[in-house]
């Protein structure tokens, strides 16, 4: 191994590749001993022929810039339009053919390892000009080795293989702080890195049909990049890595289905959903037979986005895609316009435009259940609906139809309790909670519901207990996320419940609340939060404010647990808890009220409760607790109005009219009065012990 | 047949002295045969009558697992998503159950005890590395977000686990328990027998099809002799449910499978594909729709056609 000049070097190189290739075409081997060695042979020519291939296009890249620099502009900066780079000699095509098939071979010969060695040797090459389309070729086929864990057990860290100079290898990339991947992963998302730099300076951007050719070459050699880093990062959870890579290819992916398709998708699973929507919008147009797409953005719209309108569209017309050709999907279609209408429904305030609305999603949800009628999800929202239109005996049959489906749907055991708890069968929802919390540990919301079955059959005392319980739970399941110092790679942080705790109207910034009724209300509160902020000494806590919001409930909860135990310190203390944390929700000063009521100061609790109420007029127990404080200030006219707005707001709510008969009583008026009172009886006898509307809205 | 083989293969073991099992291991690991019998036996639960031979077998797999030998220790790795099929079509059979909580409780720690993790940095094109020089990089990717990312490399690694022991399976942990064992799984994915991997994807077909009506071999273009068993049958079959990050681990055996050119590969894609749809899980069409685009541009890029 000489120094060699630079068309010797060429020579030689060729040499090396032509005897390579010719013992590959030679087939004649007698012996398998002869095979093997014949096997080094050729491996050890296309090495060499590889080696001294790029050796030899570095020097001959170094000559032409000291001898005119004017031909090395054109590579460098980063042309657009495929214009061919001036002076450029290329590698030849019987060295290309021999440095593409080194490592081919050895993976052929099984040799996984010295492939794996022969491509970074490629590789660490120094770029340049004649190379670039075998190194993204390289990069490529050596990511989807180390993917495919061909190499496995095999594998060995660039780290540990140090590199020998010598006169015959070319030069290669040496930096001060050099990354040098340590295992598998890091070798791939570096390599497909790296690759997707040069796809997209190799992108064309110009769409004028003479660079169609050239345009769509490089698309596809850039979409090949994008697969890979996709199934590279999914699997981690890595998708903001991709999703940036991403939002780079949409330059030059004018009118390219797939990669919008990836896009949109990615932004769905980083969360960010209002982007998420308008690329969906996008893949849509330009792929408007695939049904999938719309029911993805039904989902976004009603999960996410707060738009149910917009979800009930898109749900329509993928059932109406679905019936021009079937793909499948008709049933859950129908599914997510009942889901829709369902959601319209809660939102809605008006009496007769509710019910309706409820009718329409009832039969659009009855005719998905028609279609498949082992679907789980489909017969749980069927039993929702018709609980909520009063059929109960209807909605357990149901109900108990998909527990035979799928016993271990949480969302359907919360709804079975409330049902029994309608038909006031307590103990039995009782052994039914105790029973899905086996299976469900750290459900707060089931936790939630047995402390108000308990209240009911046991008293307050025991509720306590499962209320303190709650709050331990809190701190195990919560306390990591709130901690800013944690870093939030878990990536199997399964931590995050996503069972909503009733009544659970407090939303994050990025995930508006599921519960439509009162979403203007958290968004009433988001902004006053953000005004105390910014003028007193309030300062949010750090972390998911979700899993703020849910200590929030369970303060809450027990300070009524307090209360109804006749324990005013205590209360007080669970009230000093939750305001710490957040201290403009309504729900607070609705509690607030209470502490005054039970105390009988009228005056401030009156003052609590329009607060509250000025926050979220539509709050029905601030109306009724706000009635009585009337009645007890003797304001007995302001009581009954405030009251017969609650009930229309609520009419099945037995406590409103409950309260109404004391205030017309009062009144004078006892006939109204005796028959409210009797309307608040039958109304108690089929009242659910939570409302039916508090299970979570669940889409699996 | 295959039982037969299999049930001499159990009262083989149970002949073995202390001393006698090194040598049986390295033996185990070329048998073959008995291997794919075992795969035959645990794929068709019914035509083997394996309620009968399922204790010995799950006592077996264990023994293998814990007897220190790494051979055997494969041997039984390799059956994990099978056990895993089983347990979801059957939550009854418990010794099915017991042994995938002790194959977890005991994957999830290391040689010393300690809770195991798997830790990577994740590189940034901003620093230069040994495959490129960042300063000839266009300005697009040195951008706000590469050089934070260079910032946090060593100190901001991707990581897995540590994850907690669990007593039992219930609802709340049955799909991370399982996530978890088929990610171990593919770590030695290619260690696994082809056929394996074949009978794998069947079960994958199987388990993410059950239960809907449409079959799904009508709407794909590939050969659908794979799976005509689960598929057609009565109306109320129960479903499996299924999670995102679970159905995002069998892709991964699945990705192997058609690069290699197994059969039932591409059936079992397709299958993750409608199911994924069918449940609108985002993370998991993204990287289906990655897997089938390559597959579509360039059929021949499997550059090893083992």
């Known amino acids: 191994e000489k120094k060699l000049p630079l068309r010797s070097l060429r020579i030689v190189a060729e040499s090396y590749a032509i005897k390579g290739l010719c013992l590959q075409k030679d087939e004649g081997a007698p012996s398998k001993f002869k095979k093997a060695e014949k096997e080094e042979e050729i491996n050890k020519c296309f090495d060499l022929a590889s080696d001294l291939g790029l050796l030899y296009m570095q020097k001959l890249e170094k000559e032409q810039q000291s001898q005119s620099t004017i031909s090395t502009n054109t590579n460098t900066s980063g042309s657009h339009s495929p214009q061919p780079p001036g002076l450029q000699k290329s590698l030849g095509v019987v060295l290309e053919q021999a440095i593409q098939h080194a490592p081919m071979i050895l993976l052929q010969q099984g040799k996984a390892g010295q492939a794996l060695e022969r491509y970074r040797n490629t590789l660490c090459a120094t770029e340049c000009a004649g190379i670039t389309g075998i190194r993204l070729k390289f990069m490529c086929q050596l990511a989807e080795l180390l993917l495919q864990g061909q190499v496995g057990e095999n594998y060995v860290s660039p780290l540990m293989m140090p590199q020998k100079s010598s006169l015959w290898k070319p030069k290669h990339y040496a930096a001060l702080s050099q990354f040098i991947p340590k295992n598998e992963c890091e070798e791939v998302i570096l390599l497909l890195a790296v690759a997707e730099s040069m796809a997209v300076r190799n992108a064309v951007l110009s769409q004028s049909p003479e660079f169609k050719e050239a345009r769509l070459s490089a698309y596809l050699d850039a979409t090949r990049v994008y697969d890979l880093l996709t199934i590279a990062t999914v699997r981690w959870g890595q998708i903001a890595l991709l999703q940036e890579s991403l939002e780079r290819s949409m330059k030059f992916s004018f009118e390219e289905l797939h990669l919008w398709k990836q896009n949109a998708l990615s932004l769905i699973s980083m969360e960010r959903y209002s982007q998420a929507f308008s690329a969906l919008k996008e893949v849509i147009r330009l792929d408007p037979k695939a049904i999938e797409n719309y029911l993805l953005a039904a989902k976004l719209c009603y999960q996410h986005l707060n738009l149910p309108q917009e979800g009930v569209h898109f749900a329509r017309e993928a059932v109406l895609r679905d019936m021009e050709n079937s793909f499948g999907f008709l049933g859950r279609a129908y599914l997510y316009v009942g889901i829709g209408y369902h959601l319209l429904a809660e939102a809605n305030l008006l009496k007769k435009e509710k019910t309706e609305l409820r009718l329409k999603a009832l039969n659009q949800i009855r005719s998905a259940v028609d279609l498949e009628p082992n679907d789980y999800l489909c017969r749980y929202y069927l039993g929702l609906l018709l609980a909520l239109t009063d059929q109960l005996s209807d909605a357990q049959y149901h109900v108990r139809m998909a527990l035979d489906l799928n016993p271990e749907h949480s969302a359907t055991l919360h709804l079975l309790v409330l049902l029994l708890s309608a038909e006031q069968e307590h103990k039995c929802a009782l052994t039914i909670v105790d029973n899905a919390l086996e299976e469900y540990p750290d459900c707060l919301n089931l936790m939630y519901l047995k402390a108000h079955l308990e209240v009911h059959e046991d008293g307050p005392e025991k509720a306590l207990a499962t209320a303190k319980q709650m709050l331990e739970l809190w701190k195990n399941l919560y306390e990591g996320q709130t901690n800013s110092d944690m870093p939030e790679c878990d990536r199997k942080s399964d931590t995050r419940s996503v069972f909503q705790l009733y009544p659970s109207e407090m939303s994050d910034k990025d995930s508006s609340s599921l519960r439509l009724q009162n979403s203007s209300a958290a968004r009433v509160e988001q902004a006053l939060s953000e005004v105390a902020s910014s003028m007193s000494s309030f300062s949010p806590r750090p972390g998911p404010q979700r899993a703020w919001m849910l200590q929030v409930e369970i303060w809450l909860l027990l300070a009524e647990l307090y209360l109804s135990l006749d324990q005013p310190g205590d209360v007080q203390q669970c009230l000093m808890e939750a305001t710490q944390i957040y201290p403009l929700s309504h729900h607070i000063m609705n509690m607030k009220a209470l502490l005054h009521m039970h105390k009988e100061e009228w005056s401030e609790a009156r003052q609590c409760l329009q607060n509250a109420l000025a926050i979220n007029p539509q709050h029905v127990r601030s109306l009724q607790q706000l009635g009585l404080v009337y009645h007890h200030l003797d304001l007995q006219g302001l009581a009954e109005t405030t009251l017969r707005d609650a009930a229309k707001i609520e009419p099945k709510n037995h406590i409103t009219w409950y309260n109404l008969g004391k205030v017309l009583k009062a009144l004078g008026e006892y006939e109204k009065a005796s028959s409210a009172m009797a309307t608040a009886l039958m109304e108690e006898k089929s009242n659910p012990i939570l409302p039916f509307n508090s299970v979570p809205l669940c889409f699996e | ?306």
């Open chain 2, 1 to 306: 047949m295959a039982d037969i083989l299999v049930s001499e293969w159990m009262e083989e073991f149970e002949a073995l002295t202390e001393s006698e099992i090194h040598t049986y291991s390295t033996e185990q690991e070329h048998n073959h045969e008995i291997m794919i019998a075992l795969f035959d036996v645990l794929s068709e639960p019914n035509k083997y009558k394996l309620e009968i031979m399922i204790d010995g077998i799950c006592r077996q797999l264990l023994d293998f697992y814990r007897s220190g030998e790494k051979q055997l220790r494969k041997f039984t790795l390799q059956y994990v998503p099978m056990l895993v099929f089983l347990h979801f079509s059957d939550k009854t059979l418990s010794s099915i159950q017991t042994l995938l909580v002790s194959l977890y409780n005991l994957e999830i720690i290391d040689s010393k005890g300690q809770p195991r993790t798997l830790h990577f940095r994740i590189p940034s094109v901003a620093q230069s590395s040994i495959f490129h020089d960042a300063n000839n990089l266009e300005p697009s990717f040195i951008a706000e977000n590469s050089l934070r990312r260079w910032e946090e490399c060593n100190s901001k690694l991707v990581s897995w686990g540590p994850l907690p022991q669990v007593e039992c399976l219930n609802a709340q942990n049955r799909h991370r328990v399982i996530t978890a064992l088929i990610f171990l799984y593919n770590q030695q994915l290619s260690s696994v027998l082809t056929q394996g991997i074949e009978y794998t994807c069947k079960g994958i077909s199987r388990l993410v099809t059950q239960g809907f009506q449409t079959t799904s071999s009508a709407r794909s273009s590939v050969n659908s002799d794979t799976d005509s068993t689960g598929a057609q049958s009565m109306t109320l079959t129960q479903r499996i449910p299924v999670t995102s990050p679970f159905l995002i681990e069998l892709l991964n055996i699945v990705y192997n499978a058609v690069e290699r050119g197994i059969s039932g590969g591409q059936q079992a894609l397709n299958d993750i594909i409608y199911r994924a749809n069918y449940e609108t899980f985002a993370a998991v069409l993204l990287a289906a729709n990655s897997i089938k685009n390559l597959l579509q541009h360039s059929p021949s890029s499997s550059i090893t056609s083992r």
